[in-house]
C-alpha cells in the first residue's frame, strides 16, 4: 500500500447514484448527495464509490478496479482520486478515523442568501393541481389562447401606432404594471415547479431574492437533473409557458375596457419571456441550451472547447473532446455558444457604458429629487402619485445598486483572467462536476427562472 493511503475508505451514507442523461459517451451518472448537492460522475467515480463501504483497503480497491476495466488501475491512482476528489467533494471519508460529511454547494449557499417565501411542502399540493396544465390536449389549447391573445395585442399596437395614441402610464398605472409582473414572476416560477411536479420529480422551497440587477424569484429543481433531457427541456420552458398563460386574461380585459394598459401588460410579459430566454445569463435560456446539447456546465466547457481550436492545443491528450466523447455536432454547438457568449458579453458591456455614460447622472438626480416630489405630492393630497414616485426611486435605486455589483464582478473576473496562468484538467481518468443546485430559470436551477 502507498504510503499515507487511507486504510478502508468509506463513501458518505444516502449517497443516490442514478443514469445522467446528456450527450456523453461512455455513459456518466449522477451521484446525489443527502446536502442537495448533485455530482455528475464518471462510470469509474461510480464503481469505486460502490466499492467503498468501509472494509476494502486502496490496493483492493484497484485490484477490482483492473478486473472490471480495460485498462490497469493502480493504488497510486486511487489514492490521488481520493485525495483529490472523494475526500474534498465529501463524497467519503477515511474510515473509523474520519466521518464522510457533505459540503454544501456554492450556488446552494448562494441561493440561501435570497428570503424563503414558501417551502417545498405548502407548494406541493398547489403544483400538483397546476401540473395537468402540461397534459398534451391542455397545453395544446393553452397554446391556441396565447397565440390568439398575442395576435389580438399585436393587431391594437398596430392600430394605436396609426392613429398616433400615446402608450404612455400615469405613475399609477406605472407601479400597478411593475406590481403585475412581480406577480407574473411568481407564476413563472410555479410553471418550472409544476413541471417537475408532472414529470414525477421532487421540487423545492420558492425564495426572492437579486440576480446581478433583477429581482427574481428562485425555484428549488435540483432534482430535474435526474430527469430525461426531454422532460428537462419541459421544466426549463414550464416557467415561460405559465408566464405566458397571463397573456389571455389580459387580451379579454383589454377587449372588455378598451384600455391600452393591459396591451402594455401583454407587451411587458413578451419581453420578460424573451428576458428568461437570452441563453448567455443563467437565466431559463441557459438551462434550455445546456440540456439540448446535453452538456451540463454549459459555459465553462464552451471555454474549454473554444480553446481546443487554439494552435497547440488540438492534438492535445487531456483535451476535452477527447475525454468527453462528445457527437461532432454536440461539440460544433459548445463552439458556436462559445463564440456568441463572447459576443454577447462584449457587446453588452459597450452598451453598458454607454448607458451610464449618458444616464447615470439622470438617474441619480431622479433619485435625489424623489424626497421633495413625493411631500410635494402629499401636501397637494395626491398619495397615490406619492407612493408611485416612491416605488419608481426604489425601481431606480435598486437598478443603479445592481449596476454597481455588476462593475465590481467585471473587475473582480478581470483580476481573475489576469492572474490565471493556462489551463488545465486532472488527468487521472477520474472526474467530477460540480452542478449547479439553483432553478434554471437564474444562477439558479438546475433550475430558477
Same mark, same amino acid.
Given at each position: 500500500m502507498a504510503p499515507g493511503s487511507p486504510a478502508h475508505p468509506v463513501r458518505l451514507r444516502g449517497i443516490e447514484i442514478v443514469p445522467f442523461s446528456s450527450s456523453a459517451r461512455p455513459r456518466t451518472y449522477l451521484a446525489c448527495l443527502p446536502s442537495g448537492r448533485v455530482l455528475e460522475i464518471s462510470g469509474t467515480v461510480k464503481e469505486m464509490l460502490l466499492l467503498m463501504d468501509g472494509s476494502r483497503s486502496a490496493d483492493e480497491i484497484a485490484a477490482r478496479l483492473s478486473s472490471s476495466?480495460?485498462?490497469?488501475?493502480?493504488?497510486?491512482?486511487? /489514492?490521488?482520486? *481520493?485525495?483529490?476528489?472523494?475526500?474534498?467533494?465529501?463524497?467519503?471519508?477515511?474510515?473509523?478515523?474520519?466521518?464522510?460529511? &457533505?459540503?454544501?454547494?456554492?450556488?446552494?449557499?448562494?441561493?440561501?442568501?435570497?428570503?424563503?417565501?414558501?417551502p417545498a411542502r405548502v407548494l406541493e399540493p398547489l403544483t400538483r393541481r397546476l401540473r395537468v396544465l402540461?397534459?398534451?390536449?391542455?397545453? %395544446?389549447?393553452?397554446?391556441?389562447?396565447?397565440?390568439?391573445?398575442?395576435?389580438?395585442?399585436?393587431a391594437a399596437l398596430v392600430r394605436a401606432a396609426e392613429s398616433g395614441y400615446p402608450l404612455r402610464l400615469s405613475p399609477v398605472d406605472s407601479a400597478a404594471l411593475y406590481g403585475l409582473l412581480l406577480v407574473s414572476v411568481f407564476i413563472h416560477e410555479l410553471g418550472h415547479l409544476s413541471a417537475c411536479s408532472f414529470h414525477g420529480c421532487?421540487?423545492?422551497?420558492?425564495?426572492?431574492g437579486l440576480y446581478l440587477l433583477f429581482p427574481v424569484f428562485y425555484a428549488n429543481v435540483t432534482q430535474a437533473w435526474t430527469l430525461s433531457r426531454g422532460a428537462r427541456v419541459a421544466v426549463d420552458l414550464g416557467g415561460v409557458y405559465f408566464q405566458m398563460l397571463l397573456a389571455v386574461p389580459a387580451a379579454a380585459a383589454y377587449w372588455l375596457?378598451?384600455?391600452? @394598459?393591459? /396591451? %402594455? @401588460?401583454?407587451?411587458a410579459l413578451v419581453s420578460a419571456a424573451l428576458l428568461a430566454l437570452n441563453p448567455f445569463l443563467k437565466f431559463d435560456g441557459y438551462w434550455l441550451? &445546456?440540456? *439540448?446539447? $446535453? /452538456?451540463?456546465n454549459?459555459?465553462?466547457? &464552451?471555454?474549454?472547447?473554444?480553446?481546443?481550436?487554439?494552435?497547440g492545443r488540438a492534438g492535445c491528450a487531456d483535451s476535452f473532446s477527447l475525454r468527453m466523447q462528445l457527437p461532432g455536432w454536440t461539440r460544433g454547438g459548445l463552439v458556436l455558444y462559445g463564440l456568441l457568449s463572447h459576443l454577447f458579453f462584449v457587446i453588452g458591456f459597450a452598451c453598458l457604458v454607454r448607458l451610464l455614460s449618458s444616464r447615470l447622472c439622470p438617474m441619480l438626480g431622479s433619485v435625489a429629487r424623489a424626497p421633495g416630489e413625493m411631500g410635494a405630492a402629499v401636501e397637494r393630497g395626491e398619495w397615490a402619485d406619492s407612493a408611485a414616485i416612491g416605488l419608481r426611486a426604489l425601481v431606480? &435605486?435598486?437598478?443603479? %445598486?445592481?449596476?454597481?455589483?455588476?462593475?465590481?464582478? $467585471? *473587475? /473582480?473576473?478581470?483580476?481573475? %483572467?489576469?492572474?490565471?496562468r493556462g489551463f488545465r484538467y486532472q488527468g487521472s481518468g477520474f472526474s467530477a462536476q460540480p452542478r449547479s443546485t439553483q432553478d434554471k430559470g437564474d444562477e439558479g436551477s438546475p433550475g430558477v427562472g
Amino acid at each position: 500500500m502507498a504510503p499515507g493511503s487511507p486504510a478502508h475508505p468509506v463513501r458518505l451514507r444516502g449517497i443516490e447514484i442514478v443514469p445522467f442523461s446528456s450527450s456523453a459517451r461512455p455513459r456518466t451518472y449522477l451521484a446525489c448527495l443527502p446536502s442537495g448537492r448533485v455530482l455528475e460522475i464518471s462510470g469509474t467515480v461510480k464503481e469505486m464509490l460502490l466499492l467503498m463501504d468501509g472494509s476494502r483497503s486502496a490496493d483492493e480497491i484497484a485490484a477490482r478496479l483492473s478486473s472490471s476495466s480495460a485498462r490497469p488501475v493502480r493504488t497510486p491512482d486511487v /489514492v490521488r482520486a *481520493l485525495e483529490t476528489l472523494f475526500y474534498p467533494q465529501g463524497l467519503a471519508g477515511r474510515g473509523d478515523a474520519e466521518e464522510p460529511h &457533505s459540503r454544501p454547494a456554492r450556488s446552494a449557499r448562494a441561493q440561501a442568501r435570497g428570503v424563503q417565501l414558501c417551502p417545498a411542502r405548502v407548494l406541493e399540493p398547489l403544483t400538483r393541481r397546476l401540473r395537468v396544465l402540461f397534459c398534451r390536449s391542455a397545453l %395544446l389549447a393553452s397554446t391556441a389562447l396565447i397565440l390568439l391573445s398575442l395576435a389580438a395585442v399585436a393587431a391594437a399596437l398596430v392600430r394605436a401606432a396609426e392613429s398616433g395614441y400615446p402608450l404612455r402610464l400615469s405613475p399609477v398605472d406605472s407601479a400597478a404594471l411593475y406590481g403585475l409582473l412581480l406577480v407574473s414572476v411568481f407564476i413563472h416560477e410555479l410553471g418550472h415547479l409544476s413541471a417537475c411536479s408532472f414529470h414525477g420529480c421532487r421540487h423545492g422551497e420558492l425564495r426572492f431574492g437579486l440576480y446581478l440587477l433583477f429581482p427574481v424569484f428562485y425555484a428549488n429543481v435540483t432534482q430535474a437533473w435526474t430527469l430525461s433531457r426531454g422532460a428537462r427541456v419541459a421544466v426549463d420552458l414550464g416557467g415561460v409557458y405559465f408566464q405566458m398563460l397571463l397573456a389571455v386574461p389580459a387580451a379579454a380585459a383589454y377587449w372588455l375596457t378598451g384600455s391600452m @394598459f393591459w /396591451v %402594455l @401588460f401583454c407587451l411587458a410579459l413578451v419581453s420578460a419571456a424573451l428576458l428568461a430566454l437570452n441563453p448567455f445569463l443563467k437565466f431559463d435560456g441557459y438551462w434550455l441550451c &445546456s440540456d *439540448l446539447l $446535453g /452538456v451540463p456546465n454549459l459555459r465553462a466547457r &464552451s471555454r474549454e472547447a473554444l480553446r481546443q481550436l487554439l494552435p497547440g492545443r488540438a492534438g492535445c491528450a487531456d483535451s476535452f473532446s477527447l475525454r468527453m466523447q462528445l457527437p461532432g455536432w454536440t461539440r460544433g454547438g459548445l463552439v458556436l455558444y462559445g463564440l456568441l457568449s463572447h459576443l454577447f458579453f462584449v457587446i453588452g458591456f459597450a452598451c453598458l457604458v454607454r448607458l451610464l455614460s449618458s444616464r447615470l447622472c439622470p438617474m441619480l438626480g431622479s433619485v435625489a429629487r424623489a424626497p421633495g416630489e413625493m411631500g410635494a405630492a402629499v401636501e397637494r393630497g395626491e398619495w397615490a402619485d406619492s407612493a408611485a414616485i416612491g416605488l419608481r426611486a426604489l425601481v431606480t &435605486s435598486a437598478v443603479l %445598486l445592481g449596476l454597481c455589483r455588476m462593475g465590481w464582478l $467585471g *473587475l /473582480v473576473l478581470a483580476g481573475r %483572467l489576469l492572474r490565471r496562468r493556462g489551463f488545465r484538467y486532472q488527468g487521472s481518468g477520474f472526474s467530477a462536476q460540480p452542478r449547479s443546485t439553483q432553478d434554471k430559470g437564474d444562477e439558479g436551477s438546475p433550475g430558477v427562472g
